[in-house]
């Protein structure tokens, strides 16, 4: 089973169903979803979405143990999420080719810095995006605040 946590705040819940329906949509085999919120697990807000401290709590709720996705919220799978994790399920923490983590497979037993080698297809975000570069997508993420679909 692939596990993936999912940052989320109580101010972007209409967002939830959509990337739970596109990861389950899209998946081959069974998937494990989970919303990390500031309120659920004590954590303060952080950054402009509040949850972008989520990420770091990954392992600690999976006891150190297995792989993990973690995922921004505001996003929308185009294609099998099993083509994200099982290329990079090893003994390395993983991030988006440019360094940025809100798409990350994690190594739950490590602490290291995260290996920046996730191909950008895996985080097409909507500013930058063209009708091209959408084709070709496999996760779309909607940065921009204002203009976002929900």
């Not at 505001?74 to 290329?87: N, Q, R, T």
């Amino acid at each position: 089973m692939i596990r993936v946590f999912i940052g989320s705040h109580k101010r972007f819940a209409r967002c939830e169903p959509v990337i739970k329906h596109s990861i389950l949509k899209h998946a081959s085999e069974p998937v494990e979803i989970n919303f990390l919120r500031p309120d659920d697990c004590g954590c303060e807000d952080s950054g402009c979405t509040g949850f972008s401290k989520m990420r770091w709590e990954v392992p600690r709720i999976c006891n150190y143990i297995g792989h993990a996705i973690y995922l921004d919220v505001d996003m929308i799978l185009m294609e099998d999420i099993a083509g994200l994790f099982y290329p990079y399920a090893d003994k390395d923490n993983h991030c988006l080719y440019d360094g940025s983590t809100e798409v990350m497979v994690m190594s739950c037993e490590n602490n290291r810095s995260p290996v920046p080698d996730i191909g950008l297809r895996w985080n097409s975000e909507d500013y930058s995006a063209t009708p091209e570069s959408i084709s070709f997508a496999s996760l779309i993420h909607f940065t921009d605040l204002k203009n976002q679909p929900w």
